[in-house]
């Protein structure tokens, strides 16, 4: 998939990403922050007008297409990619998990792993920037940022296929 840029004086920038085929979505992201969707089927062919959305809907629908609030295949972690190897992910806590039962600090996935968890997500409940004698449980889920490398390692810990 490759996606093109393009400034559009006076109004914002265009993208156009190469979909199967020939067909390009274009999107304009005017400077006042509306998107504009287009489908051109072809590279000769003209672009045809899906759907505008406002700034913050289109905010809104890209944090569900990211997969930030449903996961259609059953998965243990969700990322979001900040740059080319730095991620935010959420990952599942496994009951066999050698973290289950530690305090933060007692893991060292800092020092170990390179993570820093940002967040647990346990039940309905978010503890933000957990401190390092917060316990981790069965079933929470970790928020963390590290790189690409790093929460891969991560996901084997808490998945208790990795010893911590």
Not at 102 to 118: F, H, I, N, P
Not at 130 to 150: K, R
């Amino acid at each position: 998939m490759t996606v093109y840029e393009s400034d559009l004086p006076g109004v914002g920038k265009k993208f156009e990403v190469e979909l199967d085929g020939e067909a390009r979505l274009v999107i304009v992201i005017h400077n006042t922050g509306k998107r504009e969707l287009f489908l051109r089927e072809s590279e000769d062919a003209d672009a045809e007008k899906l759907f505008g959305l406002s700034d913050r809907l289109a905010r809104q629908v890209g944090t569900i297409m990211e997969g930030a609030y449903f996961q259609p295949i059953r998965t243990d972690s969700i990322e979001t990619v900040l740059s080319d190897d730095t991620l935010i992910e959420w990952t599942k806590v496994q009951a066999d998990s050698p973290l289950v039962g530690k305090t933060l600090a007692e893991t060292r996935l800092r020092q170990e792993l390179g993570v820093s968890v940002v967040a647990i997500q346990r039940g309905g409940e978010t503890i933000e920037n957990p401190g390092a004698d917060t316990e981790i449980l069965a079933e929470d889920t970790l928020v963390v940022l590290g790189s690409s490398e790093a929460c891969r390692q991560l996901d084997g810990v808490v998945s208790g296929d990795v010893d911590g």
